[in-house]
């Protein structure tokens, strides 16, 4: 109930946000303009949380900006829609959920006309990361053996700093108003190695535990969501 109070005064936060920025009437250049937003790190209907975020950022011309983006830690519950869940190969999923940690972005932007998409290259701090899933009693295959029994999986991604590219589209008003969206991913370093936990209500074979950890291992790595990323849709207002 508290989880839902606070993302329904989140989303009462942003609409109120919205309709004052949306009631500005002066005509906003670009050129050496600051920019204030909010914005949402998740989609509500996959995830089931908005994990909110406030941007900063400049703009040298029609051109060239920078940004810096911070978005806070939420909690989300995952279940059905969790690719990592999935990924693992075992039926009798009973709920995943996640802590998702504070996600920064610094970036430069490039935009090379007022209807394009825009470049972005900076950096990305996240913070970990921890899924817990949760599968019922059922026989299920690990290593060369099978076994009757519930099994609990708790996979951690440490933090990260990383260099980050990446893309984003932007509708601007006149009266200072934009619409925007962008994701940026440290695409140029290798996929993080999560740290895994498993809990079984009946003991398995040591070698068996080392294959379903590597095989969970591939399956994390093999995700491109897993990378230290940040992906931002909002809206945002810009004055000088």
Known sequence: MYKRSVRIQVMLSFLFFTSFL????????????????FTFGEIPILSGSFKPGISIGYHFNDYFAVSAVYQFKDYLQRDDESFNAQNIGFDGLTGSKETTGERILVALHYRPASW?????????????????????????????????????????????????????YRYDFDNGVSLNTNIAAGIFTPMPEPEITIKTAHEIATDDIKLLKEKITTAYQENFHNRHHIF????SYRFK
């Open 116 to 168: 394009s998409p825009y470049l972005m290259a900076g950096f990305v701090y996240n913070n970990a990361d921890i899924e817990t899933m949760e599968f019922g009693r059922q026989t299920h295959q690990i290593g060369d053996h099978r076994y009757d029994t519930e099994i609990s999986i708790v996979q951690t991604r440490s933090d990260g700093f990383v260099p980050a590219v990446g893309f984003g």
């Open 22 to 37: 949306c009631h500005a009437s002066e005509a906003v250049g670009f050129r050496n303009a600051w920019e204030i937003g």
């Open 232 to 235: 931002n849709l909002g809206v």
